[in-house]
């Protein structure tokens, strides 16, 4: 649990920084920005997956290839300096 908290703090501290000790039209302005372009994107992907119905057969590919390519890289790879079992 002492983990949890820690990453916690931590976090707060990385997210408050950004805006502490600015203007509130700072504040303002970041909501704003940050408003439109998850209304944006969430709008583009409505309208791609409602009317375009192809769009989900071309998604689910994509979608698969990243993940798998993410989990290629994110494996371990033995190290060339170790010898090879054979």
Known sequence: MRQIDKTREQ???QAAGFLSGKPIWIWWITYTVIVGILFGLF???W???TEKWWAI???IPIVGIVWGTVL???QKHPSAASPSVE
């Open 11 to 13: 976090l707060a501290k």
């Open 43 to 45: 709008y583009f992907a």
């Open 47 to 49: 309208t791609l997956l």
């Open 57 to 59: 057969a071309v998604i």
């Open 72 to 74: 290629y890289f994110n």
